[in-house]
């Protein structure tokens, strides 16, 4: 399978602990993307990547969350001292070049339950 | 600030009827794009419309992208069970977005055997 792969699928966690999920991207793909989407909405920006570099963060995201592409490749999103406001659907996309008229690829999204 | 506006938000038809949803903004984008996203799954892209007045067919759907690249609308032709998905419109490369896709709420469809 060559599409945009995110683990873990679903995440239950405490209040207060932290949380990691992973994307591996399309390879080749340069630019690697990360948004959140809650019941009923649709996705909302988060940040993204262009190789290594963070381009641009959303202001929804806070000093908790963090996210990482250390080689360009792979990405992961933490979120530190969980609040049961963070549930939610976190999807990853990827895509070749600048998306304007070009296609982005979504993954099938981490859940994570806030308990 | 949302910049993308869908209606109707629900629609529950039965099958065989037709449908559009609309997807309206105040901005202009540089292109739009239409996914169909299953409960659990990430969004599926359906199609990228990039020229204003641009017609695009997919077997059933018929995706128009209005003249001026702010608004966009999903025509389905005898839907059937299998349509039955939340169906959203995203736009690229607009005034504020930028970089990133800016997402509507969504459209939730469904569709009765």
Same mark, same amino acid.
């Given at each position: 399978?060559?599409? !945009?792969?995110?683990?873990?699928? $679903?995440?239950?966690?405490?209040?207060?602990?932290? !949380?990691?999920?992973?994307?591996?991207?399309?390879?080749? $793909?340069?630019?690697?993307?990360?948004?959140?989407?809650?019941?009923?909405?649709? *996705?909302?920006?988060?940040?993204?990547?262009?190789?290594?570099?963070?381009? @641009?963060?959303?202001?929804?995201?806070?000093?908790?969350?963090?996210?990482?592409?250390?080689?360009?490749?792979?990405?992961?999103?933490?979120?530190?001292?969980?609040?049961?406001?963070?549930?939610?659907?976190?999807?990853?996309?990827?895509? *070749?070049?600048?998306?304007?008229?070009?296609?982005?690829?979504?993954? @099938?999204?981490?859940?994570?339950? !806030? !308990? | 600030?949302?910049?993308?506006?869908?209606?109707?938000?629900?629609?529950?038809?039965?099958?065989?009827?037709?449908?559009?949803?609309?997807?309206?903004?105040?901005?202009?984008?540089?292109?739009?794009?239409?996914?169909?996203?299953?409960?659990?799954?990430?969004?599926?892209?359906?199609? &990228?419309?990039?020229?204003?007045?641009?017609?695009?067919?997919?077997? %059933?759907? &018929?995706?128009?992208?209005?003249?001026?690249?702010?608004?966009?609308?999903?025509?389905?032709?005898?839907?059937?069970?299998?349509?039955?998905?939340?169906?959203?419109?995203?736009?690229?490369?607009?005034? &504020?977005?930028?970089? %990133?896709? &800016?997402?509507?709420?969504?459209?939730?469809?469904?569709?009765?055997?």
């Amino acid at each position: 399978d060559t599409g !945009v792969s995110q683990n873990p699928r $679903h995440k239950i966690t405490k209040r207060g602990q932290n !949380v990691t999920f992973r994307c591996d991207p399309i390879s080749e $793909h340069n630019r690697l993307y990360w948004y959140r989407q809650t019941l009923g909405q649709g *996705p909302e920006f988060l940040t993204y990547f262009q190789n290594e570099a963070q381009l @641009e963060k959303s202001r929804l995201l806070s000093d908790r969350f963090s996210a990482e592409r250390p080689k360009g490749s792979f990405s992961t999103l933490e979120i530190q001292r969980t609040e049961q406001g963070d549930s939610a659907m976190y999807l990853c996309a990827s895509s *070749p070049s600048p998306i304007s008229g070009n296609t982005i690829y979504f993954g @099938e999204g981490s859940w994570l339950t !806030v !308990v | 600030t949302q910049l993308l506006e869908q209606s109707p938000q629900f629609l529950s038809i039965q099958e065989g009827e037709n449908l559009t949803v609309y997807c309206n903004s105040s901005s202009v984008f540089s292109s739009l794009q239409w996914y169909r996203q299953e409960p659990g799954e990430g969004p599926v892209l359906l199609v &990228t419309v990039v020229t204003g007045g641009e017609v695009k067919k997919l077997k %059933r759907l &018929t995706f128009q992208f209005g003249d001026a690249r702010k608004d966009s609308s999903l025509h389905i032709t005898a839907a059937q069970p299998g349509d039955t998905g939340l169906y959203l419109c995203a736009g690229a490369g607009g005034e &504020t977005s930028g970089s %990133r896709l &800016t997402f509507g709420e969504g459209t939730q469809l469904t569709v009765n055997p």
